[in-house]
């Protein structure tokens, strides 16, 4: 119901701009319709010129879309794109490099795109939890567990990441 309301809510719109297409497919995203969000975080960047601050906002979350629907070729176009525009984006640089760890490729570079994510945020156990994952990947299971328990410690009941570390253990 409350899907069919906000779209019949759209439609009246008689111009939307940028602004109307992006909160429209952050919604969507969100939850969990992602090839509406793609078609509309597209839109969003139509409407948008080349240098607009947003664009890699848009484009993180474009990423993320495609990635959720199985697209992982314009997954990574997006994600690599938003971070040749801004390179410090810490959860885009986390996000790219853990789903490049856990298809089992670009280790040594996700490693590293890992670290610089972690000097950037570091208390984020999301982002400490790929860290330790990548050591994982790499069997370096010393840095691994030191990195997990700290993950743990910062997020105690995420599901994820107590597995991640109890394989490590």
């Known amino acids: 119901y409350s899907v069919n309301n906000l779209e019949n809510e759209f439609k009246v719109l ?24 793609v078609k509309y975080y597209s839109l969003a960047l139509e409407k948008l ?3 607009h601050p ?11 879309s495609y ?15 938003s971070l040749k525009i801004i390179p410090d984006q810490p959860h885009v640089l986390n996000y790219l490099a853990y789903s490049w760890i856990d298809k089992g490729i670009n280790l040594d570079k996700g490693l590293e795109m890992i670290k610089k994510a972690t000097v950037l945020k570091k208390d984020d156990g999301y ?7 990548a050591y994982y990947a790499k069997k370096n299971y010393i840095e691994a567990e030191k990195y997990l328990q700290r993950a743990v410690e ?16």
């Open 54 to 64: 947003l664009i890699p906002k848009i484009l993180h979350r474009r990423g993320t």
């Open 49 to 51: 010129k080349k240098n």
């Open 67 to 81: 990635e959720r629907l199985g697209d992982w070729e314009k997954a990574e176009k997006d994600l690599l794109q």
């Open 14 to 37: 008689l111009n939307p701009n940028f602004e109307h297409y992006f909160e429209l497919a952050n919604f969507y995203k969100d939850n969990e319709y992602y090839e509406k969000s």
């Open 154 to 169: 910062l997020l105690p009941l995420d599901p994820i990441i107590n597995d991640h570390y109890a394989d490590t253990l």
């Open 127 to 133: 982002i400490i939890d790929s860290l330790g994952w």
